[in-house]
Structure formats: C-alpha cells, structure tokens
T-cell receptor, first 114, second 112 residues
C-alpha cells in the first residue's frame, strides 16, 4: 500500500459527460502528479501541483483541469469526454516540489467512456 | 525528438535465472533514471533510482547500471522468482523539468 488513495476505482460514463477523479496524497507529501495510461500511449504525465499551486504541465488537454486543495487532496476534472479518454488515471505523490526522486502511485481510476 | 525505448516483447525466463531488462534513450540528458514495477491494473511501484554520475546501484536482488555514453540502463533481477513477474518501467528525469518521462515498459514472466 503506497498510502496514496484514489476514488472512484472504476467509472463508466457516456461521451460528452464530465467526471471528477479524486486523489489523496501520502501524509506529508506536498506534490501531486496526474498521469494517464492507455494501451497505445503508455504512462503520460498530465499535470503537477505543489502545495496548492500548479507547478508543471504535460500533455494535458484543454478539456481537462485539475486543482489541489488546502488539505492537499487533488481533483482531476475531465469534461466533454470522448471515447479516446478511456484509460487508467493515476495520481502520484512525492515529498518535494522540485525533485521527484521517488513517486508513490495510487491504485488508479479506470475510466470507460461509452 | 526524445525517445525512451524498452523491449516491447515479453522476457520469459526460468526461475532462479537472472533477468536483464534494457532501457535505451535518445536526445535526453537525464539527471537521474528510475525503475518501477507495475502489476496489471495497479499503480507503478518505485524500485530504484540511479543518478547520472553513478555507474551502478544495488538493492537486495536488484541491480541497475547506467551508461550515459551508451545512453542505456540495464536492470537486473538475480535469482528471479515467479513473484517477480510484472511489467518494469524505466523513467528518465531531466534536470530542467524534474518530471519523469516513462518508457512503455517490458513484461517479465518468470516460469517455475
């Protein structure tokens, strides 16, 4: 158990809908990272938050957004969903904002868009 | 363009043998390189980190080498066990962004 929690575990929704994925980092970790993993793309970095502020952005679509709250939990919002958004979404946490020497991954949310 | 290559074909080995997985990269200047293990449907688990100025790192039955001239890292599991069967991901971290970029992973299957 990494100490990172993600909810829900599974999500099935229709195209055009909006969903919110939630992540709670390990106790004491200030950074949260979001990744998307699909069969054809591998593990892709989406966005990082550090202590409530956006720190780095990867290949995140404009339809996707995220935030980190004062209690350090984070939410990833996916809107206008398309079939191609079906994937595993992981969040990871680390102590530091700059050096991700070791990231702790959550169990993931499996999103299926029908 | 930047590229990380891990063998897409599964590696099948017999229990007790040493498994060796390869991670090659191009157009990167990594500050350090990480190896993760991922089981089906689960999140990656961090195993080892090796810095650009280190040649080799060990942890129990695991050994990682890093050759910045060859642009290659090798990941070894000695005395492999069926429980070692999983996908192994390498990730490169550049000094600029410090965000890991992951390879696609190699599946290891250890047969009893």
């Amino acid at each position: 158990d990494s100490g990172v929690t993600q909810t829900p575990k599974h999500l099935i929704t229709a195209t055009g809908q909006r969903v919110t994925l939630r992540c709670s980092p390990r106790s004491g970790d200030l950074s949260v990272y979001w990744y998307q993993q699909s069969l054809d793309q591998g593990l892709q970095f989406l966005i990082q938050y550090y202590n409530g502020e956006e720190r780095a952005k990867g290949n995140i679509l404009e339809r996707f957004s995220a935030q980190q709250f004062p209690d350090l939990h984070s939410e990833l919002n996916l809107s206008s969903l398309e079939l191609g958004d079906s994937a595993l979404y992981f969040c990871a946490s680390s102590e530091s904002g700059l050096h991700s020497y070791e990231q702790y991954f959550g169990p993931g949310t499996r999103l299926t868009v029908t | 363009s930047q590229k990380i290559e891990q063998n897409s074909e599964a590696l099948n080995i017999q229990e007790g043998k040493t498994a060796t997985l390869t991670c090659n990269y191009t157009n990167y200047s990594p500050a350090y390189l990480q190896w993760y293990r991922q089981d089906p449907g689960r999140g990656p688990v961090f195993l080892l980190l090796i810095r650009e100025n280190e040649k080799e790192k060990r942890k129990e039955r695991l050994k990682v080498t890093f050759d910045t001239t060859l642009k290659q890292s090798l990941f070894h599991i000695t005395a492999s066990q069926p429980a070692d069967s999983a996908t192994y991901l390498c990730a490169l971290v550049s000094g600029g962004s410090y965000i890991p970029t992951f390879g696609r992973g190699t599946s290891l299957i250890v047969h009893p």
